[in-house]
C-alpha cells in the first residue's frame, strides 16, 4: 500500500518538489478523504481496497479542490439612541476660550442654534470649534448658568446679580431667546434693592417697557435728587423733564397735602447762601450790597464792586406773613405796604412791591 501511494504522490509531482509546495496538503487530504480515493489506514474498513489509481486522469489540476471555509463575519447593527439622555455635545470658541456643551440646551430656545445643529458638523472636535465671534466669555457663561445650570441635585438654584442677568439680556436680544428673556425679566423683578435708574436703562436698552412709568415715578417720589452719575446715564433731556415735573409738586388745602401744579411756582425765597455753597465761583470776594432789579432787566445777576443785584420773582400780598432763613445780607424783609416811606427813614430802601428795612 505505502509503495502504491508513493507511485501515486510521484506520479502528482514528478520530481519537481516545487508543485508540492504550491498545493495546500490539508485540502488535498480533504479532497481524497470525502470521495474515497485514500486508501483508510484501518483494514476493516471498506475502503481498505482502495488505491490512488482512481484519482482523476490530470493528477496536477486542483482546479477541484475546495478551500476551507471561512466563517462570514456579521455587521454589527446600529444600537438605537436614547430619545432624551443621548447628547449631541459642541465644541465652541468665545474669545479665544473654549466651551463643550450639548448644543440641544441653545437649539431648542433659538432657531440660530437649531439651524447649526441640523446643518452643519462644526463643533465635534475641539481642532474645527463653533466660533460665537462677537460675543463676550462672560455674557455666554452667564447665559449658561441660566440653560444649563452646573449643580447637583441636592443644590438650591443659583441666585444671579443684576449685572449678571443684564449679561443674560444682552444675549437674549443678539440670538431672539424670547423665552429666557421672560424669565431674565421675571428674576430681575424680584431682585431687591434695584436703582431706578439701573431699571431705566434696561428697559430702553432691551425693550422692557413695562419698566419705565413706574421707575420714573420712584425717582420722582423718592427724598434722593438726581446725581451727576444719574444724569449722565439718563442723558440730559430725560433728567431735565424729571426736574421740571418734581418742580411742580406743591402743598396745598388746609392739611398741606402735596398736590401737583401745572407749572412751577415762583417764590420769594433768597437762595444765596445756599447758591455760594453749591457753586463756589458765584460767591463775590466783596461784600455786595443788596438792590432790587428793575422789571426790564433781563440780564443774569452779577456782581459789581460794593453791589450786587438780586432778582425779586413775587411779592406776597399785604395779609401774608413770610418767614426768611438768615441770609448773608443786611437787609430783612418786611412785606406790609404801610412801613415809612424811605422820606422819612433814612435807613429803609424801597423796592418794586417789597420794602427793605436796614437791620
Not at 38 to 65: C, I, K, R
Amino acid at each position: 500500500m505505502h509503495s502504491e501511494n508513493s507511485k501515486v504522490i510521484e506520479s502528482l509531482f514528478g520530481n519537481d518538489p516545487s508543485k508540492a509546495k504550491n498545493i495546500d496538503p490539508v485540502a488535498l487530504l480533504g479532497v481524497l478523504l470525502n470521495s474515497g480515493r485514500l486508501a483508510s489506514p484501518h483494514p476493516e474498513s471498506p475502503a481498505s481496497d482502495s488505491s490512488f489509481t482512481h484519482l482523476s486522469p490530470d493528477p496536477t489540476d486542483l482546479s477541484q479542490v475546495e478551500s476551507p471555509a471561512v466563517p462570514v463575519m456579521e455587521a454589527p447593527t446600529a444600537k438605537p439612541k436614547d430619545d432624551e439622555f443621548y447628547y449631541d455635545c459642541r465644541t465652541f470658541l468665545v474669545e479665544n476660550h473654549l466651551f463643550r456643551l450639548p448644543i440641544h440646551h441653545l437649539a431648542a430656545q433659538s432657531s440660530y442654534f437649531q439651524n447649526l445643529a441640523d446643518t452643519t458638523k462644526d463643533g465635534l472636535t475641539e481642532d474645527n470649534p463653533i466660533d460665537l465671534d462677537g460675543t463676550s466669555r462672560e455674557d455666554f457663561r452667564q447665559l449658561l448658568r441660566v440653560l444649563c445650570p452646573p449643580r447637583t441635585f441636592q443644590a438650591e438654584p443659583e441666585t444671579l446679580s443684576l449685572s449678571q442677568w443684564e449679561s443674560v439680556l444682552k444675549l437674549t436680544k443678539k440670538w431672539e431667546l424670547d423665552k429666557v428673556k421672560t424669565h431674565a425679566i421675571s428674576a430681575i423683578e424680584k431682585l431687591p434693592n434695584v436703582d431706578p435708574v439701573d431699571k431705566i436703562i434696561l428697559a430702553r436698552t432691551y425693550d422692557v417697557r413695562p419698566w419705565l412709568a413706574p421707575s420714573f415715578n420712584e425717582i420722582l417720589q423718592r427724598s434722593k435728587s438726581l446725581t451727576e452719575s444719574d444724569v449722565e446715564r439718563l442723558g440730559i433731556p430725560t433728567a431735565v423733564h424729571l426736574m421740571g415735573l418734581r418742580d411742580r409738586l406743591r402743598p396745598s388745602g388746609p392739611e398741606r397735602k402735596w398736590s401737583l401744579g401745572s407749572e412751577r411756582l415762583a417764590t420769594v425765597i433768597d437762595f444765596k447762601s445756599l447758591i455760594w455753597d453749591t457753586f463756589p465761583d458765584s460767591k463775590c470776594e466783596e461784600k455786595c450790597e443788596a438792590r432790587s432789579v428793575p422789571e426790564s432787566a433781563t440780564a443774569q445777576p452779577k456782581c459789581e464792586e460794593k453791589s450786587e443785584y438780586h432778582t425779586v420773582l413775587a411779592a406776597p400780598s399785604a395779609s401774608s406773613t413770610v418767614e426768611l432763613p438768615q441770609l448773608a445780607s443786611p437787609w430783612r424783609f418786611s412785606p406790609h405796604p404801610a412801613s415809612p416811606s424811605p422820606a422819612s427813614n433814612p435807613k429803609i430802601k424801597k423796592g418794586k412791591g417789597v420794602t427793605y428795612e436796614n437791620a
